[in-house]
């Protein structure tokens, strides 16, 4: 995985690269992925750098805590509580993560299948 420096997601933290912005605080950033997956396909990153899931430690709390709040009520804002919406953590090559940079997967719009795959 790339570190900070040639970090996507920080560069868009940064905004040095352009992204369709939906909510934005002192410690998340949450816009449109570029390849939705769903009607509603936003990803939940925190500003600061952490690799993955995996590289989070006991001090990210907070953070980790955040992108789940922030990701619920963007499903509010979007209109897709009620009818319900998934979130998905890909950790690491094996879990599918293509960035190397932490992120939520809020997608909604549709049923979600099981298992995922």
Request: net charge negative; aromatic share 4%.
């Amino acid at each position: 995985m790339p570190n900070e420096a040639d970090c996507l997601f920080c560069g868009i933290v940064a905004g040095r690269i352009p992204a369709e912005v939906v909510h934005q605080d002192d410690r998340v950033l949450a816009f449109r992925d570029i390849d939705p997956k769903a009607p509603v396909h936003v990803l939940v990153i925190p500003k600061r750098h952490v690799t993955s899931l995996a590289d989070a430690k006991p001090g990210d709390d907070a953070v980790l805590g955040a992108l789940l709040l922030t990701a619920a009520e963007i499903a509010r804002a979007e209109g897709v509580a009620e009818a319900g919406y998934r979130t998905v953590v890909n950790t690491r090559d094996d879990g599918g993560q293509t960035v190397g940079h932490l992120h939520v997967h809020l997608l909604a719009g549709r049923a979600m299948r099981w298992p995922p795959g």
